[in-house]
């Protein structure tokens, strides 16, 4: 496959972003045209950020599966679109080209059709990272069922709270994942969060682990009954250009997480069009995106991005330290993998062991590597640079979010310059403007602010799911006629940005978004706390770690036995990706006369930060933070 609109020069570069800001209209159906249409729109654009209503290619008719499948048939038929590696490098790894990944996707298409899923239906997706994850997806999407992918660490609470918030109709799970020594139990759980889900009609259950589960009679089917006698082929559902393709849940600054609402055109060409441009992909290579599919950047860049431009896709499932530090390099040199995009939480996690993991692995195929999630500190991007690039690959650090779809700001790779811990440059459509507290734009370089955007990209999201007026106050309400990202940032003299860390109530741990009112929700119920605030604090391997500020009902249970017993409800609750690193149990917190929390003094405590931690006066009980102070873990 040729891709006439990767961007080749730093020249073409500045031509190319200039014109996507002077006449973004032109610009985005020249794209467009690149993509096979059931019908083609009648209008490029429609929008307003008061609503918000944004709309891009009304009247259009496309199935994203025909452009990730179908169109690819003829001359990439015989060409591998997904390389599955699995957990247990003893266990044979898996080659399905887009001919066998199509008749797969038809089949199990053709399965939810006869389990009576229909275009619109909810469909949630609680799986491990095995192909048929990315099967189940794309199954969904040749139908026009929704689909709602739960990453596999999440609790059986979170997953209830998430089928009520999208009415959930059907569920496709599995009997359970590997991940690295652990098996997780997802039929298990699927079970628990149903028992308060009585809606859902359908559990459809493929079998990985063949631990054995129980089936509900009536409720539960097999996956591999299910595509008995099915035939292969399944005629892709006409879709609107902005019917919805996906749900995908985010943390936010309240307790409650959203469903972001992703719609079919505008998606399909940012993932597209920013996998093209950042990566610089080239017909052949192999694309190794290390993320889970339950995040979007394993929608974007596992799936959609890659095997719409006719991509090799590797999809690993296990972790990177099982069976040894040495797993990701080990697969690089088995499959010879091109591109390699993975976290900086990974690359700090995998530098704590030494250069020792990588004797003997040869990572000369490398061409490209990239990093996404949270800032990167210079040492890993050097470190990444010189152990796994050898010098002489390209770092990509590319700045987005779930709500916007697809890569914001990054450098293009090998094409406009890389800076160690910026993202750099914006892409072709993407408007970001600087703005202080009161919301005025800071204009010129050299200048720090909040980040905004200015102008809709395709990729950004419609609305969060049931509740539009959410969306509206999360991301169009701070700022008049702005799309508020909630980072700060900086501008370098040369107009590069550097993304410092999220402003609001969401940490940022290892690359995952967590609200600290979620975790504070979480501990409070366990039965023998009061009252607790939870804040971020550095930590060198996740970026963030989690402290929280307990008060108990019964100061005298301020044991271990206690903490474990919050460290499980938290995991209850939320999945074990939530759990606090630090406890610490305090008689009281920082509260100013009308009972808001002071956060700042918290957080400065938590950072070690004890001189200059601010105006204590207009606390209700400045001696509170005395105590703090010395209990400080
Ligand atoms: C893709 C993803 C979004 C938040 C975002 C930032 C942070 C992501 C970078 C980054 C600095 C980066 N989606 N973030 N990428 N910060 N440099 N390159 O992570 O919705 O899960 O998180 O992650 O704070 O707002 S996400």
């Known amino acids: 496959m040729s891709y006439p609109y990767q961007i080749r020069s730093l020249e073409q570069y500045h031509h190319q972003y200039k014109q996507s800001i002077e006449d973004p209209e032109t610009f985005w159906s020249g794209i467009a045209e690149n993509f096979y249409w059931q019908k083609k729109w009648d209008k490029v654009l429609n929008w307003n950020f008061t609503e918000p209503s944004v709309k891009w290619f009304s009247g259009a008719k496309l199935n994203i599966t025909e452009n990730c499948l179908d169109r690819h048939l003829d001359i990439l038929g015989d060409q591998p679109a997904i390389i599955w590696e699995p957990n247990n490098p003893a266990e044979q790894n898996r ?28 469909v949630c997706i609680y799986m491990g990272m095995i ?18 992918v739960v990453f596999g660490g999440f609790s059986a609470q979170s997953i209830s709270d998430r089928l009520q918030d999208a009415k959930v109709d059907y569920i496709v799970t599995c009997d359970g994942a590997f991940r690295g020594a652990k098996d997780i139990p997802l039929k298990k759980i699927i079970d628990e969060a149903l028992l308060s889900c009585a809606f859902v009609k359908k559990v459809i259950v493929y079998e990985r682990t063949k631990i054995p589960v129980v089936m509900q009679p009536g409720r539960d089917v097999w996956w591999h009954d299910e595509i008995k006698n099915v035939s292969d082929e399944c005629a892709a559902e006409t879709m609107d250009a902005e019917d919805m393709l996906f749900i995908l849940y985010t943390s936010g600054s309240t307790g409650k997480p959203k469903g972001v609402v992703h719609t079919c055109a505008g998606y399909m060409i940012w993932a597209n069009y920013t996998f093209v441009n950042v990566f610089q992909y080239q017909s052949k290579q192999i694309h190794f995106c290390t993320a889970d599919i339950g995040w979007i ?33 080990e697969i690089t040199d088995k499959h010879k993998v091109d591109i390699l995009y993975t976290a900086p939480t990974a690359i700090r996690s995998l530098m704590s062991y030494g250069t020792q ?84 734009e800071i204009e010129g370089n050299d200048a720090s602010g909040n980040l905004c955007i200015k102008f809709p990209w395709p990729g950004i999201l419609r609305t969060t799911y049931g509740d539009h007026e959410r969306c509206r106050l999360n991301y169009f309400a701070t ?10 940032c900086l501008r370098d003299a040369d107009g590069n940005y550097r993304i410092t860390g999220r402003v609001d109530d969401v940490l940022n741990v290892s690359g995952h978004r967590i609200g600290t009112a979620e975790v504070e929700n979480a501990i409070n119920m366990h039965s023998g706390v009061v009252e607790s605030a939870v804040v971020g604090f ?36 939320i999945g074990a990706i939530a759990k606090p690193d630090k406890i610490q149990f305090v008689s009281g917190l920082p509260k100013t006369r009308s009972g808001k929390i002071m956060r700042r003094i918290l957080r400065k405590i938590a950072e ?26």
């Open 297 to 329: 950047t394993g929608h974007s860049y596992i799936i959609y991005g890659p095997l719409s431009a006719g991509a090799t896709t590797l999809m690993f499932e296990g972790i990177p330290t099982y069976p040894d530090a040495g797993r990701f390099w």
């Open 131 to 148: 192909p048929e994850l990315a099967i189940a997806v794309l199954a969904c999407a040749r139908i026009g069922a929704i689909h709602s």
């Open 608 to 633: 070690g930060e004890m001189q200059n931690i601010g105006d204590t006066t207009t606390l209700l009980d400045p001696a509170v933070v005395e105590e703090i102070k010395n209990g400080k873990l």
């Open 357 to 440: 993991p990588l004797q003997n692995k040869d990572l000369s195929s490398l061409k490209i590597l990239g990093t996404v999630g949270e800032p990167i500190n210079e040492e890993a991007w050097h470190w990444y640079d010189e152990n796994i690039g050898h010098k002489k690959c390209p770092i990509v650090d590319t700045w987005w979010q779930t709500e916007t779809g697809g890569i914001m700001i990054s450098n293009l790779a090998g094409v406009t310059p890389s800076k160690p811990s910026y993202a750099t440059l914006p892409l072709p459509g993407v408007q970001p403007v600087l703005v202080d507290e009161k919301g005025n």
């Open 538 to 573: 550095p930590h060198d391997i996740k970026g963030q770690g989690i402290y929280a500020y307990v008060i108990l009902s019964n100061s005298a249970d301020n044991t271990d036995t206690t903490r474990n017993g919050i460290l499980q409800t938290v995991t209850k609750v």
């Open 479 to 488: 700022y008049n006629n702005l799309y508020f990202t909630g980072d700060g």
């Open 95 to 122: 080659i399905l080209t887009y001919k066998e990944l199509h008749q797969r996707v038809c089949r199990f298409a053709n399965a939810l059709k006869n389990n009576g899923v229909k275009k619109g239906d909810r």
